[in-house]
């Protein structure tokens, strides 16, 4: 299985996964199985639209509009950051 | 000196377990159930952890289903926003119990996998019928969909079994498969005879998981902890001795790691007597060994040093009778010779014989 994502797909983080707030250290932070990452800015904002039910392409247009930033950039981040993600099965894609 | 807090707590909820594996990390002095926290000290114990900064729990043992009240405490700590992660044999389990578990909110699963045959995980495991039990409770967990992983302890005895494992993991949709090549400490120092794999194993099992990670690519997640003795370099201990986590035995004791209690010299303290704050911060045994200021050369010249933290510090008692020491497992070690040796004088065909935890 290739990781990654097509425009069309609908990536989500499956049970077991979720992003919070970690209050004492105030940061947000993805929580999955026997697993702790911390989340920078970029991050938190691109899990904040992974809701399986925004596209791939949609949610690439979606941040490149809020930041103001070239789409093609957008893309190879947001790619770069969700497979590895989806590498360890803290996501998930549904098409 | 700011001590950050930890990020993950093991809660040994119970030392009793219906299995009696010889590679056992609970200690080889066993706590007895009425000593055990009750359900109300555990539900504090929980809190007080959450509030200092731990985001995961990891409710295991011995066989946590063997307390009554393991969905309470579930329930207790998934109520006030802990991952909640159980680590267990799946003996004890029932349908029933998995339902409510799942109600209460409980996160994840990691199941222990003594070997891929009835016969071989039973005779591992001391248990006998043990192995049906646990396939029928890993169906039962990943019909409800919640996400497993599957723990496959590994050793020269079912090391070759390694892509039948593989293909269970699968098979039972686990998410995640953790091949740990076991750790010698406690009970599986007593057995190390019999379970130390051998080198052309260590080798083939190394190269059997990166295959496997490769074609299960985005299907099965893997972990692969390496057999210590074969390495060049040791392993960071908990990832630094009081640097991210901490365990809780049975009466409430709190160690910097589950083999602490190896190292004579240390006193630990208990959270029936102080906050576990103070305990993480101040304890003289979560300061013995924190941080890097206390390292010995060749680890205290050495660029490694914030990697690795010299090792683990019940190897280097275990293997030079010295928990102050570097791990001999790492080659700069002036005692790592000791530990080629061991691996010299194995004559592997001999010595199957394995000795069962025991209380
Ligand atoms: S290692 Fe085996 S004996 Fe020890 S707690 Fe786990 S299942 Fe029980
Ligand atoms: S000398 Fe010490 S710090 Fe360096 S690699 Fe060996 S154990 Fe690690």
Known sequence: ?95 | MSVPPPIAMLAELTHRCPLSCPYCSNPVQLERKETELGTEAWTDVFQQAHAMGVLQLHLSGGEPASRRDLEDLTEAAAGIGLYTNLITSGIGLTPRRLDRLEAVGLDHVQLSLQGTTAKLADRIGGYRGGFDRKMAIAKEISARGIPLTLNAVMHRQNLDDLDRTIEMAVELGARRLEVACVQFHGWAMSNRAALLPTRQQTMAVKQTVAGAAQRLQGVLAFDFVPPDYYADYPKACMGGWGSSGLNVTPNGTVLPCHAAQTIPHLAFENVREKPLLDIWRASSAFNAYRGTEWLPEPCKSCERKETDFGGCRCQALALAGDAGVTDPICKKSPKHKEVVKVLLERRFEEDQTLLHRSF
């Open chain 1, 1 to 95: 299985m290739t990781l990654e994502l097509r425009n069309e797909d609908r990536p989500y983080l499956p049970r077991g996964v979720r992003m919070q707030r970690d209050e004492v250290r105030g940061r947000m932070v993805l929580v999955a199985p026997e697993k702790v990452i911390e989340l920078d800015d970029i991050g938190a904002a691109i899990l904040l639209r992974v809701d399986g039910m925004a596209r791939f392409d949609q949610i690439v247009a979606d941040l490149a509009s809020t930041y103001n930033a070239p789409a093609e950039m957008i893309a190879q981040d947001v790619q770069q950051f969700l497979q590895t993600l989806r590498g360890r099965l803290y996501l998930m894609v549904q098409a």
